[in-house]
């Protein structure tokens, strides 16, 4: 009979964290114990599939008995060094599915290339479907980037929040039936079959929403050029430097000649109220007044705006 302090001082021996042990991503892989990469307190405690091959730390991996095990968090690592007989075979009370039996997340590509393979559910979310009582009110499209194969089967999540929960729990929605009445299919509408204003409304609306408020709390007013010219190039400027369309280079270039336009729109003002009263003689001017007042006679010369 051996004593507690015994064994204890024995699993110590046993068990590392991998911090201290310097593990490269090749050694881990060659001594996987035999879960993979999933989380063994996570299939333990709450009968999870959690697949921690996405991070690429290992901060939070451990070595027993010579094989490595990966967790997904800092609790869970401590609660496998505390008791690992507890979560690794024959102690584990549920054993990882065969590798054909994990279900796998797919991209729009390998969806794609399943052609003529059909989605279950008719492409509905199973996790939004179940979770919400297979109502028909839950019954929800879900988006191709977020789908999942499982058990041969094809499934098409709403969001990836969604694509994980299956990926957790696949047993409690993948078998599931869809009512007789279910909303009907909406085709997507090209953007560019729209009229004009409604290709403005859905396309570019919110864009020039916040340039425009951007342009009505700024107020700009370009030196030597009118109102109405100043608050249209202030909008082409800002349309410019926020496009997510556009290259990182033209985003910053255009963010420089924003920044800049709301300089010299701020010398009228500053200039206006800098030249009140009576005569100031050089030493009790503002430090900057007189680089500011010939940055905007500048701004009068021949050209000077040519570049807006």
């Known amino acids: 009979m051996k004593s507690k302090w015994w064994i204890w001082t024995n699993i110590l021996k046993e068990v590392n964290v991998s911090m201290k042990l310097c593990i490269t991503p090749k050694e881990l892989g060659c001594r996987l114990g035999e879960f993979g990469h999933y989380c063994p307190v996570c299939l333990a405690l709450h009968h999870h599939l959690v697949d921690c091959s996405e991070t690429a730390a290992l901060t939070h991996a451990a070595e027993y008995k010579k094989h490595y095990y990966r967790l997904c968090g800092e ?8 008791a690992p007989d507890e979560f690794v075979a024959p102690g584990c009370p549920h054993n990882l599915p065969e590798p054909h039996l994990l279900p796998t997340k797919l991209t729009e590509l390998q969806v794609k290339n399943k052609f003529p393979k059909q989605a279950e559910l008719k492409g509905f979310c ?57 909303p009907p299919l909406c085709e997507p509408i090209p953007l560019t079959s729209l009229p004009t204003l409604g290709y403005l409304e859905q396309g570019v ?10 342009a009505g709390t700024l107020k700009p007013k370009y030196p030597f050029v009118s109102i109405q010219r100043s608050a249209l190039l202030y909008v082409a400027f800002y349309l410019k430097a926020f496009n997510p369309r556009g290259t990182d280079y033209t985003r910053q270039k255009y963010k420089k000649k924003l920044a800049s336009f709301e300089e010299n729109s701020e010398l009228i003002p500053y200039l206006s109220s800098a030249m009140r009263g009576a005569f100031k003689p050089p030493g009790e001017r503002p430090i900057d007044f007189d680089f500011k007042l010939n940055r905007f006679l500048v701004l009068r010369a021949p050209g000077a705006r040519d570049a807006l």
């Not at 609790?75 to 505390?82: G, K, M, P, R, V």
């Not at 919400?132 to 879900?142: M, P, S």
């Not at 609306?205 to 951007?214: E, H, P």
């Open 205 to 214: 609306a919110v864009a020039v929403i916040k340039a425009m408020t951007a």
């Open 126 to 182: 199973p996790v939004t479907y179940k979770d919400g009582k297979q109502r028909y009110e839950a019954l929800v499209r879900g988006k191709m980037e977020y789908a999942v194969e499982y058990k041969g089967k094809l499934y098409i999540c709403e969001t990836k929040q969604k694509q994980d929960k299956f990926l957790r729990m696949p047993e409690t929605y993948w078998d599931q039936k869809l009512p007789c009445k279910v």
């Open 75 to 82: 609790n869970h690592l401590e609660t496998f060094l505390s």
